[in-house]
């Protein structure tokens, strides 16, 4: 069955953006879906962009055991500060992970899927990825189940996968060219035997497609995700956008190459770089030509737990869990409370008309400005903000373009609000380095800031403002941009705005 694929400006949209029409109403991003497929798509923090601003996911770390090798993969490599696939803490048998799974649920009502995303491939470890699966849709069935592989043994399991009821699973294909996939995978293990080089790749591409198209044809939503690798697979990466949307993919998510010498990955000690903003931005907007793209995913742990960009894991370790008393019935009544709620919000919201840009020039430059956002609205402080959501204001309206992650230097509420911060030298440098993570942005919008932040900030280029406190995002957007307008700096991008 081929499914139906989200218009390419899905996000902007699902976020209540403006159309490229002019503008008006909040146009729903699901609406066009079938209504069976909307029912699973509008709570997946992943698969909605809308709903990752509400409703979370948690992963259990089940599968130690994988099938292939990547370059860019160390799964030895521990840091709970560190946060990229293929990292976890803590590994969970399936009876562990079931009360954990309880446990996060009963703790955080607003968690409607369960992943499991490693440590290594779920479908190398099938007996411990399907029990904890069997387990979990008897005991919590409001849960929904998602897995993520390399596809090296989907095929074999694709009847598996719809005998679970499993909804949503993502495949990561990097290449559909095994020369480019020799240089990404040095070898995989396939039918007792470790096969390298580009024969390896082209078992595993073909096992890949075959598996998309055994999972689509079942009726079940794939998602693929591919990492972007300067110089490997970042050109390539438009024709298996191509692909995989001919063959039924729902969302295609391109993800930056995390690479560094010390996380002991090929890539990293071969210092092959990852893209920067600018070109993860670039190749995003051209796939979106031929399907629906996420940009809202955090590259989440394999034993992630939480909102998206919020890992909550460190409150849910076996210890802390054994010690929990978890009442799960009432804990059920008050999830599916929540989740109304939350519902009804969502549908508020996708049915609000919001107002339209007015006062922009034909012809007038975008502007991109990042926002220390939390649930919709601009609610962070400046030195308090984890990650800044980027948007971009266009004549066309505002459209979420993605995210960056920032390195906490604010020593709390006072300090920010004085500038007087923690550790003199050290606070100057991560606030340089929060500084230049906002490169190519031109506002940055926060309930609050500092003096010291300010300035250093508006000497950067980047116009802070604070004047849009708990106001949603997207309309505080709007409205610097018409602020911008206003003043007749929608110029050429090198002139500095001072907008607040
Ligand atoms: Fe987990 Fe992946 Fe399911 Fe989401 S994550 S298995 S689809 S529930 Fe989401 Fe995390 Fe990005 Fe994955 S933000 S890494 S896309
Ligand atoms: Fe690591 Fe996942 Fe690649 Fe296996 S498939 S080597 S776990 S990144």
Redesign the pocket.
Known sequence: MELPVISSSAPAAEGGGCSSSGCGTAPDALAHLPDHIRAKVQDHPCYSEQAHHYFARMHVAVAPA?????N??N?KYDCSNESR??VVSELLTPDQAIKKVMAVAAEIPQMTVLGIA????PLANPARTFETFQQLSEKAPDIKLCVST?GLNLPQYADEIAKHNIDHVTI?INCVDPEIGAKIYPWIYWENKRIFGIEGARILIEQQQKGLEALTSRGILVKVNSVMIPGVNDEHLKEVSKIVKAKGAFLHNVMPLIAEAEHGTYYGIMEQRGPTDEELQALQDECAGDMSMMRHCRQCRADAVGLLGEDRGDEFTMDKIDVMEVDYEAAMVRRKQVHDEIMVKLDAERGIVKPKLTGIPEGSRPVLMAVAGKNGVVAEHFGHAKEFLVYEASPEGVRFIGHRKTELYCGGMDSCGDGDVVGEGETESLLDRNIKILSGCEVVLCSKIGYEPWGKLEAAGIAPNGEHAMEPIEEAVMKVYEEIAATGKLLPKTETLKVA
């Open positions: 994988c099938n292939i090798q990547c860019y993969c799964r696939p293929g490693g440590p290594g491939d390399n990561t």
